[in-house]
């Protein structure tokens, strides 16, 4: 409440006024507890996953499958010198790939059948896509590792352009068969190097899609592919 003090003793009356803020702490406190009471408290959902255990599975012969499975593209790109510590301007992207675990390793079969995995398996390929009519570059790669999965994915595409089944059944019988661990489906390891570009790594995860590839992750360089790829530039130097 407002309260006026009025001067008594001199010529001009002077008012002083005061402002009583008490009744406003509690109509705050009451708004407070209001607003308590009446919000919707937010839970936090967590996702559950099931995962599948591998008690009865032999160590050895899991990583035997996941090596002979596994494709390994590595991007790099050829640049200007560095100005004022910023990358130099890209001249030339380039791709690579192995299949396998890189350095070798005794007892675990390459897509060769040569019972190891030597340092001499990358290969160096281009972002062809198709030409022609036909598939080339790493686009061939990945659809002749995938190829069960691409033919299957290729009918159900015919049907849906037939206007045969609608969007949504072919998106779920995609990710079916996308899935599907009966057919056999590589693992794709994407990596790149400090010189890299950007469209290259984009590039990479496009053919992904393209090529219904389900299971690919990217990862970080390490030693053995640093020196699997400077013995490369070494023994195939670049134009």
Same mark, same amino acid.
């Given at each position: 409440?407002?309260?006026?003090?009025?001067?008594?003793?001199?010529?001009?009356?002077?008012?002083?006024?005061?402002?009583?803020?008490?009744?406003?702490?509690?109509?705050?406190?009451?708004?407070?507890?209001?607003?308590?009471?009446?919000?919707?408290?937010?839970?936090?959902?967590?996702?559950?996953?099931?995962?599948?255990?591998?008690?009865?599975?032999?160590?050895?012969?899991?990583?035997?499958?996941?090596?002979?499975?596994?494709?390994?593209?590595?991007?790099?790109?050829?640049?200007?010198?560095?100005?004022?510590?910023?990358? =130099?301007?890209?001249?030339?992207?380039?791709?690579?790939?192995?299949?396998?675990?890189?350095?070798?390793?005794?007892?675990?079969?390459?897509?060769? =059948?040569?019972?190891?995995?030597?340092?001499?398996?990358?290969?160096?390929?281009?972002?062809?896509?198709?030409?022609? =009519?036909?598939?080339?570059?790493?686009?061939?790669?990945?659809?002749?590792?995938?190829?069960?999965?691409?033919?299957?994915?290729?009918?159900?595409?015919?049907?849906?352009? /037939?206007?045969?089944?609608?969007?949504?059944?072919?998106?779920?019988?995609?990710?079916?068969?996308?899935? /599907?661990?009966?057919?056999?489906?590589?693992?794709?390891?994407?990596?790149?190097?400090?010189?890299?570009?950007?469209?290259?790594?984009?590039?990479?995860?496009?053919?992904?899609?393209?090529?219904?590839?389900?299971?690919?992750?990217?990862?970080?360089?390490?030693?053995?592919?640093?020196?699997?790829?400077?013995?490369?530039?070494?023994?195939?130097?670049?134009?």
């Amino acid at each position: 409440m407002a309260q006026v003090n009025e001067g008594g003793n001199s010529r001009q009356k002077k008012m002083q006024i005061h402002v009583d803020f008490t009744p406003m702490v509690d109509m705050n406190m009451l708004l407070i507890t209001f607003f308590m009471l009446c919000t919707t408290m937010i839970k936090s959902q967590t996702l559950q996953i099931s995962l599948p255990t591998n008690d009865k599975v032999d160590q050895t012969e899991q990583n035997k499958v996941k090596q002979s499975e596994a494709i390994t593209i590595i991007v790099d790109s050829e640049r200007d010198e560095a100005i004022d510590g910023k990358p =130099g301007t890209v001249k030339k992207n380039y791709v690579y790939y192995y299949e396998g675990k890189a350095g070798g390793e005794l007892g675990v079969e390459d897509a060769d =059948g040569n019972g190891f995995i030597d340092n001499n398996n990358l290969k160096e390929i281009e972002f062809l896509g198709n030409a022609n =009519g036909q598939t080339q570059g790493i686009r061939k790669i990945l659809r002749k590792r995938n190829e069960k999965v691409v033919e299957k994915i290729d009918v159900l595409k015919a049907e849906w352009r /037939d206007k045969k089944i609608t969007d949504e059944e072919y998106q779920a019988e995609a990710r079916k068969i996308r899935n /599907d661990s009966t057919l056999k489906r590589p693992t794709v390891i994407i990596k790149a190097t400090p010189n890299a570009s950007y469209e290259t790594l984009v590039n990479a995860l496009d053919e992904m899609q393209i090529n219904s590839i389900s299971k690919y992750q990217i990862d970080n360089m390490n030693a053995n592919d640093s020196a699997l790829l400077l013995d490369y530039i070494k023994a195939h130097p670049r134009k």
